[in-house]
């Protein structure tokens, strides 16, 4: 039985390679095209497709869904891996791995929102051409998330933009570091957890 479970992990992580993959093609547009690709595309989007019509996460012109497909993936391939050497799974490790693995995406679009306003602020502070189509999708992202920060926070009176930029930077960090440390004390606690 653990090498059947050992050979299932090795599928989803070559399974996540190809994923992987397909996700760097796509950046290419049209560039990158043929026979492979078009056979990527048939065996790695029926998971993805699956995922963008169910979640449909989207934040501006960028699709979050296929982050949490491929941490659905490694969850299931971490799994794998915990049966192929003990053949048992405990509840903690369970519920563990599934809190890790809700973390890890909220952990990236937290990570990918301060880029995106850090890119904001430098922006701002040098003056760059906001109308480029660079800055456009920038601000597309960045202002819908800084609104609703300040909002919350200041209500009405919010001091000006370079403040909004700051303080939205400062909270999202805040929850970053704060939730990565709530995080692995949950999880260590749940691995020990016997059941």
Known sequence: MQFIFRILAAAAGIYSLLIFIRIIISWFGGFISGKPVEILNKI?????????????IRVGFLDFSVVVAIVSLSLIQNILLTLSVSERMTIGFLLAEVILSLWRIISFIL???????????????????????????????????????????????????????????????????AGRFIIKLIAGLLYSFPL
């Open 111 to 177: 990570t990918f929102l301060i880029v995106v306003i850090v890119l904001r602020a430098i922006a701002y502070l040098t003056n760059r051409n906001i109308y480029s189509p660079f800055w456009s999708i920038v601000d597309s992202i960045s202002q819908p998330i800084m609104y609703r920060m300040n909002r919350l926070f200041f209500g009405d009176k919010i001091g000006g933009y370079l403040k909004g930029i700051l303080f939205s930077l400062i909270l999202l960090a805040v929850i970053l570091f």
């Open 44 to 56: 790695t989007d029926p998971y993805l497709d699956w995922f963008r019509k169910k979640l449909n």
